[in-house]
């Protein structure tokens, strides 16, 4: 068996305005594994993957990550070594406007950088030749020139997974990768998220909606309902009626096997 | 409530000085004793909610019932103004607002056509309008010294606004001893502010002396008050996804402005920027009227002496430049967006 990559225990989150957004998630995620997490908007996805790396705050819990518990950081630079390690990529790509592709591939450098280089943007032309091979690998490698803004969408998002990989990380989370982009894109670049997790090794926890995009994926499902796990399993183990139990009864609506 | 008591209060308030005031009829003397003015005017104020809660009361609508609710009675439709209190209490404190300020300001139709001064103003504008372009070469020369008086003050201004701006941002100052500084900084530049430039270049011109210095200096502090509260308020209004992503690549805070929030808000920085600069250059004419340097100086001189055809020269090349500079930050703003 692979070893154990994470191990969350007993995660919860309550915000500041009182909302319970997880409640003592359990989640063991082994190297190599594809997992999706699925579940209506609201269910604590996106703060799962959000506590993962620091970027919210846990209530109570641990993360274990390659044996260090995430969650009692205190040192900023321990938690910045753990975010360069688990790159993230988001629905709306998040990369920065009025800038080359290039210099948005590098940026997944920054954690390396003195102050000095991060000022000037002196990246070395090692770390240029990284970024354009990333680039290579999701197939833009012809954009690096371009505007980061000028792109489609689903460029945008093929940039985004480039630079999270110059990030070298072990774990990439996506959350909702692929919730803004048109059916046929879609797929491309979940193709490329399959690709970097077999062909580079890197694990991936992705927040997913579409049932024929998890059994496509997915190696390993988990279902959030209202910030519990209700459901865990292999994807082909995820029948209609659960999507109906973990989606609600309008679930026809949301899971369009015709993908 | 408490809003339309406090307005209407105000209001009758004022009425009811202005009465009182009008039937006493009181001497400066009186006026003056502040402690004591500062009791009757509470006194109205305190009558002046009183009269509007038992307006209230008898369910007729205030002026400040109107304007922040509740509304004590339902308003018909068709009601003729002259049936609706409130505009009958506007109207009165209006007059009432008139009345003052034009007994204030001593108004006379007497003066405005007297004989003698109405021979002065037309000499005035003749000098004005028959400029003597002998002092052209000069004014051009201290017109030049304006222009890059503003632009220092200006230059000067953008690395102090720049970094204040991150440090006045609510997004950036998160935590409570950030919030600390950020109330402070906020509170300190808004007071700043709030101070004309022209009262900068009257309290540099006794610290550094008289000229363009103090006048700079005056500019530059302004400057720095104004592009730090729209810098900032840029930054406040920056999108949180880049920022996010930065974060997430285990970049440090420092990294994340400057990768994620400094691209965003870098177009708008120039814009507001050259707009300052042109604004700089406007209050440069004037700061030199107190003593601040460059063109203003030299029209108080002429005008001093009452040379209006030299003060006719001195304008209009202040028009000129004014124009010019206006133009061109307008064409360059609209090019940034
Ligand atoms: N920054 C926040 N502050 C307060 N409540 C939040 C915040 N982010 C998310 N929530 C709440 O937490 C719950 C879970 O949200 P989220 O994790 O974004 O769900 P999902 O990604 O599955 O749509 C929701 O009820 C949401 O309103
Ligand atoms: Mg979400």
Redesign the pocket.
């Known amino acids: 068996m692979a070893e154990v990559l994470l191990r969350v225990e007993k995660l919860s989150k309550t915000y500041a305005n009182g909302v319970q957004a997880l409640k003592n998630v359990d989640l063991e995620v082994q190297q190599g594994e594809f997992l999706v997490i699925i579940g209506l908007?609201g269910s604590g996805?996106?703060t799962l993957l959000r506590c993962l790396n620091r970027l919210q705050e846990p209530t109570s819990g641990n993360i274990f990550f390659q044996g260090q518990d995430v969650s009692q950081m205190q040192d900023v630079r321990d938690i910045r070594e753990v975010r360069r390690q688990m790159a993230m990529i988001f629905?709306h790509f998040n990369l920065i406007p009025r800038q080359s592709v290039l210099k948005n591939v590098m940026m997944g450098r920054l954690a390396d950088k003195t102050l000095w280089q991060s000022f000037w943007g002196i990246f070395s032309a090692e770390e240029k030749r990284q970024a354009l091979d990333n680039l290579r690998l999701v197939g833009i490698a012809e954009k690096a020139p371009v505007r980061a803004d000028q792109l489609s969408g689903g460029q945008k998002q093929r940039v985004a997974i480039a630079r999270a990989l110059t990030q070298k990380p072990t774990l990439l989370l996506a959350?909702?990768p692929v919730s803004s982009l048109d059916p046929a894109t879609c797929h491309v670049v979940m193709d490329y998220l399959r690709k970097i997790n077999q062909e580079l090794g890197i694990t991936v926890i992705a927040?997913l909606h579409f049932l024929s995009l998890v059994r496509k994926y997915a190696t390993r499902v988990v279902a959030l309902k209202d910030g519990e796990i209700v459901f865990r399993g292999r994807p082909d183990e995820i029948t209609e009626e659960w999507f109906r139990r973990i989606y609600g009864e309008g679930a026809q609506d949301v899971a369009p096997n015709d993908l | 409530m408490l809003r339309r008591t406090i307005f209407d209060g105000v209001l009758f308030g004022f009425l009811l000085s202005v009465l009182t005031a009008a039937v006493l009829a009181p001497t400066e003397e009186q006026l003056l004793q502040l402690g004591i003015v500062s009791v009757w005017i509470l006194i109205f104020f305190a009558l002046g909610c009183v009269l509007s809660g038992a307006l209230t009361r008898l369910r007729v609508n205030t002026l400040g019932a109107v304007l922040f609710g509740p509304l004590a009675a339902a308003e018909p439709e068709d009601r003729a103004w002259y049936r609706l209190f409130w505009k009958w209490q506007l109207l009165v404190a209006l007059l009432a607002a008139f009345v003052v300020a034009v007994v204030k300001t001593e108004f006379s139709f007497i003066e405005l056509f007297d004989q003698h001064g109405f021979a002065g103003a037309v000499r005035l504008f003749k000098g004005l309008l028959n400029p003597n372009w002998e002092v052209l070469p000069r004014a051009v020369l201290n017109i030049v010294e304006t222009i890059f008086m503003a632009f220092l003050a200006t230059s000067l201004a953008i690395p102090l606004a720049f970094v204040l701006s991150f440090v006045c941002a609510k997004n950036i100052m998160q935590g409570p001893v950030a919030r600390v500084v950020y109330f402070v900084l906020r509170t300190f530049l808004n007071v700043t502010r709030s101070i004309e430039a022209l009262i900068w270049a009257i309290i540099f011109s006794v610290w550094v002396g008289i000229g363009p210095f103090a006048g700079m200096l005056a500019l530059m502090i302004h400057s720095v008050a104004s592009l730090a509260k729209q810098y900032s308020e840029m930054v406040e209004s920056v999108e949180e996804g880049p920022i996010e992503a930065i974060e997430s690549t285990g970049a440090n805070k420092l990294q994340t402005i400057w990768y994620a929030i400094v691209p965003q808000v870098l177009l708008p920085y120039i814009s507001f920027t050259v707009y300052r600069w042109d604004i700089n250059v406007r209050m440069a004419t004037i700061i030199g009227l107190v003593g601040g340097g460059g063109i203003g100086t030299m029209l108080v001189q002429y005008q001093g002496q009452a040379m209006w055809r030299e003060v006719g020269c001195i304008i209009a090349v202040i028009a000129v430049v004014v124009w010019a500079l206006d133009q061109a930050s307008a064409h360059i703003r609209e090019a940034l967006k």
Do not use: L
């Open positions: 908007s996805k996106s629905q959350d909702e927040n």
